[in-house]
């Protein structure tokens, strides 16, 4: 099942760019992975269906409201470099998300596309 | 008398090496001087009382302070304050560094400055003697390298010799101190200013025993000598890390403030009493005098707290003398104010104050009667008492009254304190002094030490370093021929007669201490930085731009005024209405008038609506000597804009600009294009200046060239700021075609609305990270600006971003937040975002709980309302109450 990323932003407004670029990144790597953007407000009903939460570097307040909830819930979170941010390097900020998806994995563990006949 | 003070400084160390009077032959010896004349100084030492003659054969001669050679089974170091408290592990290692078998460990002292090092080294020397470890005879040689620091080569060759011919001015071969300690110890102070060559011959000393002299490739040296060395910097950061491996033994002395009241309560007692003794009377001190002294913020740690004592003690001294009065008692009239700023910190002390003090009464007295043991004082200070006794009797002589004796010898007093008085801190003198050489460091602490004297004012930091940086480049180029000219010199004298007076003063000490001649141009220079503010000497005239509105109408120009002069809080702007029926000959006339009255030397600036008043500025410019701009169709926020740049001082066209700009806003739509490509190709640059744009600039700019031109696309440019105007006009100059970054700038510049970095921060470093963090940024919002060109289809990126970041500085300072770089590229992008949709005219998101959220943050939400209007208008947007929520938000979470 492909994964989802969300990214969280005040009004969904600032990261949609960023969204549709790591989007178009994942795509060309062959992941399966699906990248949408919520507003502060809308967030909390994606909950059940993420693996991972991103926030923007200008809402990170969120992130001590949004930690307690998401940690019983096993999804982790990552506030979003603003470097990366600011540059809309959707590569980059991919590279994290996967880089943080694994850490969650048993050693050893490949997410290898099976080869569906 | 330099002279005498090098024999006499001979005497001590041979003494201390023989453990006995020195003869004439050996200082002659030692010092390579005839026996005859080194006969003829120790005479006259004798029969001024520095030093002892016994009689004999030869006749030997000594210096009192040392006939009280510590026994032999005394432990000197318990002599020291705090030997059984805050030295008491410095005070263990440092004697196990000098027993150690089979010869000791080198040891290297680390502390701030004034924290003792020197003292402590010293002291760990007599301990070797004291414990027969080294020979009463054996040597003490110190050396501080900060005293060759503009020169590393001699440096080296100073410790370690030179053969002949090893460099260019080595004509003949020497010996070095390393050598003559042989047998002793050699004190290396300031060692962080030893290059790595150095470091390294050292090493090689450490390892193998021996070393070479410099440009002796064959030679082997060999010594026992114990190396002492002592740094105030981080030794990790400023020595070989090779070097530090090979230091067996790190001894830190602790600064004053980590040594607690009891032990500073002993300090001072200390130090009083030495000054009793050497006074011959006992000392009262006042007891808030006391408390300050306990109690005030002290950089320099003891060197600065015993500085200080001495200071008091000498006018408390004076005064005893001038007015005959029954007993020394010191006040807090004798102290520096930077010491009676002690008595503010009682609260805090309270406690710990009452436990001091139960004892003490209202006056506390000292008195002292033994020698110390601690390091001798040298003899011009031990005297001093004497000199000032001297000059009293002198002064008194020629009929001075008592206020002129006072005034001329507290002159004299605070000048043979010159190390730690006044502002100069601790590193602003560390700091320059490896730019600027030690000479010009000392004379700026000079001039800036008399100045303060003569014309009461204060100097900081930044002028001290400013000076610094100047001095050492004109001196040099006054030494090289080059002309030093000041174009604004006899303005500069009328302005400032007094600082001009004192520039007169100094220019005479630097003559005589750099053999150079000083030219008066240079002397507006010195005027300049003695002057409190240099660019502002007529601030409260300082002329401005005449606003006048001339409308159709009987009462449209005055109505506008009014609104426009009530908004900025004052009454500048002027009005004339213009009936319909008027004639315009009869316009004109009065109009000229108007000008005329308001026309205060840098022009007029008339704002008209049509018809043939848009031809009375070229008119008026042929009729009277007066500049005059016209802006036609008028209106409101021009009027605004134009009174109130006007009262802050710009000059005519900046204001004239202003209003074009506003013109412009308002009739265009999209039109932005041509203006945007010339911005995008916008270069950083960083302004560094001076007064002439010759000196202290020139060395910024290559520093900060070294610094950062190889990793950022950056130019930097030097300028001069002799006059504000000039200065501003050529910043705007440069804003229009560049990006700049900072202004790097030895004196406080004029200038609101652009980042500001010291000169002293730079040398310091703190400056050097803070323009790289800035110019990382700026890489940043560039690249960001470039991301989103594509993919903002509605409004220029870059545009939208600088408006977007005008806007965040804007609400910082409204509602006084600080926002840190990370959210403000993350509320950056929020709002280019946002005005592109509303452009677009897509739906924002709603902000949920606006009701509630509109309550609790009124204030805020208004002043982001009011601050977004600029940039509603720009774009022709409504940015509604929900956005301006979460744009709140943002800020405020923060």
């Not at chain 1, 809402?59 to 990366?84: A, Q």
């Not at chain 2, 003292?119 to 005293?147: G, H, Q, W």
């Not at chain 2, 200013?193 to 082997?220: A, I, V, W």
């Not at chain 2, 000490?509 to 003695?530: H, N, Q, R």
Request: hydrophobic share 40%.
């Amino acid at each position: 099942m492909a994964k989802k990323v969300m990214l969280v932003c005040s009004a969904g407004m600032s990261t949609s760019l960023l969204v549709k670029k790591m989007q178009t990144a994942a795509i060309e790597r062959g992941l399966e992975i699906d990248v949408f953007s919520a507003s502060q407000a809308e967030a909390k009903e994606y909950f059940d269906e993420i693996s991972i939460l991103l926030l923007g570097p200008q809402v990170r307040y969120l992130e001590g409201e949004l930690k307690k909830v998401l940690d019983s819930m096993g999804i982790p979170m990552l506030i979003i470099d603003s470097r990366d941010y600011g540059t809309i390097n959707g590569e980059k900020v991919l590279d994290e998300v996967l880089a943080e998806l694994k850490k969650g994995e048993p050693p050893g563990f490949h997410e290898e596309k099976e080869d569906k006949p | 008398m330099k002279k005498l003070k090098e024999i006499y400084r001979e005497v001590v160390s041979l003494q201390r090496q023989k453990g006995r009077g020195v003869s004439a032959q050996e200082i002659s010896n030692a010092l390579n001087i005839n026996r005859a004349n080194a006969s003829r100084y120790l005479n006259r030492l004798s029969d001024k009382g520095w030093i002892k003659k016994i009689q004999g054969r030869p006749v030997l001669f000594c210096s009192e302070d040392l006939q009280e050679f510590p026994k032999k089974d005394e432990d000197i170091f318990s002599f020291i304050v705090g030997s059984d408290f805050s030295l008491k592990v410095p005070v263990q290692q440092a004697k196990a560094a000098v027993l150690y078998p089979p010869s000791g460990l080198h040891t290297l002292i680390l502390g701030e400055t004034g924290t003792g090092k020197s003292m402590f080294a010293e002291l760990m020397y007599k301990f070797a003697v004291t414990s027969d470890v080294l020979e009463k005879s054996a040597p003490f040689i110190r050396f501080n390298c900060s005293d060759y620091a503009d020169n590393p080569q001699l440096l080296v060759a100073q410790i370690f010799g030179v053969k002949k011919g090893a460099f260019t001015g080595a004509d003949k071969s020497r010996q070095g101190l390393l050598k003559k300690a042989d047998g002793g110890v050699l004190f290396i102070d300031e060692i962080h200013r030893l290059p790595p060559q150095g470091q390294e011959m050292l090493f090689l000393y450490f390892d193998k025993g021996y070393f070479r002299p410099l440009g002796d490739t064959e030679g082997e040296e060999k010594v026992e000598v114990r190396i002492f060395a002592a740094t105030t910097e981080n030794p990790y950061s400023s020595l070989l890390k090779t070097f530090m491996r090979r230091i067996p033994m790190v001894i830190t002395l602790p600064p004053l403030g980590e040594r607690g009241l009891e032990e500073r309560y002993n300090l001072i007692e200390l130090f009083i009493k030495e000054e009793s003794q050497r006074i011959g009377k006992d000392i009262f001190i006042d007891k808030n005098a006391f408390i300050s002294f306990l109690l005030y913020d002290c950089p320099n740690n003891i060197g600065q707290l015993k500085n200080d004592i001495q200071l008091a003690c000498a006018k408390a001294f004076l005064k005893y003398k001038s007015q005959n009065k029954d007993f020394i008692l010191i006040t807090g009239k004798d102290i520096p104010q930077h010491v009676k700023a002690g008595l503010m910190m009682i609260s805090e002390y309270r406690e710990t104050l009452e436990q001091l003090l139960q004892q003490v009464g209202e006056v506390l007295k000292f008195q002292e009667t033994y020698p110390s043991v601690l390091p001798a004082t040298p003899p011009e200070e031990k005297y001093f008492y004497d000199i000032i006794e001297q000059k009293l009797v002198e002064l008194k002589k020629e009929n001075k009254s008592e206020e002129e004796i006072n005034q001329i010898l507290q002159m004299d007093i605070e000048m043979n304190f010159q190390e730690y008085l006044g502002t100069v801190e601790r590193y602003g003198k560390e700091e320059i002094g490896k730019i600027v050489s030690h000479s010009v460091v000392d004379m700026v602490e000079k001039i800036l030490r008399i100045a303060r004297q003569r014309l009461g004012r204060e100097y900081d930091n930044k002028v001290f370093c400013g000076l610094s940086l100047h001095l050492q480049r004109s001196i040099e180029r006054i030494r090289n021929g080059e002309r030093i000219f000041h174009p604004r010199l006899n303005q500069i004298r009328v302005d400032n007669s007094q600082e001009f007076l004192v520039a007169l003063e100094v220019a005479k000490l630097i003559d005589e201490e750099f053999a150079v001649e000083i030219p008066l141009d240079e002397i507006g220079y010195l005027t300049m930085f003695l002057a409190s503010k240099p660019f502002e000497t007529k601030k409260e005239q300082q002329n401005k731009v005449g606003i006048l509105v001339i409308l159709h109408g009987d009462s449209t120009a005055s109505s506008m005024v009014r609104v426009a002069n009530a908004l900025v809080g004052v009454d500048h702007a002027a009005a004339l209405d213009m009936p319909l029926h008027m004639k315009p000959q009869a316009m004109y006339s009065t109009a000229r008038e108007k000008v005329q009255e308001l026309e205060q030397g840098k022009g007029v600036l008339m704002l008209v609506d049509m018809g043939s008043l848009l031809v009375f500025g070229d008119m008026m410019a042929e009729d009277i000597n007066c500049e005059v701009k016209t802006i036609d169709l008028v209106s409101t926020p021009m009027v605004i804009e134009a009174t109130r740049k006007a009262v802050l001082g710009e000059n005519l066209e900046e204001i004239y600009k202003a209003c074009k700009n506003i013109a412009n806003l308002a009739g265009k739509d999209k039109e932005t294009g041509v203006q945007l490509v010339e911005q995008i190709s916008k270069k950083n640059i960083i302004v560094t200046a001076c007064f002439t744009g010759q000196g202290a600039s020139l060395e910024l700019k290559k520093i900060l060239e070294e610094n950062l031109i190889s990793d950022y696309e950056l130019e930097i440019i030097a300028l001069e700021i002799l006059d504000r105007e000039d200065f501003l006009a050529e910043l705007q100059k440069l804003q229009k075609k560049h990006r700049i970054i900072a202004v790097v700038g030895t004196v406080d510049i004029p200038t609101a609305d652009l980042p500001k970095v010291s000169a002293l921060d730079v040398m310091e470093g703190k400056g050097i990270a803070a323009l790289k963090k800035q110019l990382e940024n700026e890489e940043m919002y560039n690249n960001m600006v470039k991301s989103l060109r594509e993919h903002l289809t509605e409004i220029d990126s870059e545009r939208a971003v600088a408006n977007s970041r005008n806007f965040i500085q804007l609400m910082e300072e409204k509602l006084n937040l600080v926002i840190s770089g990370d959210v403000k590229v993350g509320i950056t992008l929020h709002i280019c975002f946002l005005l592109d949709r509303l452009r677009k005219g897509k739906m924002i998101a709603p902000f949920a709980g606006i009701e509630e959220f509109r309550q609790n943050y009124l204030t805020e939400m208004e002043e982001i309302a009011a601050g977004l209007k600029d940039i509603e208008a720009e774009y022709q947007v409504k940015i509604g109450e929900d956005e301006r929520a979460h744009l709140c938000r943002l800020f405020l979470q923060e």
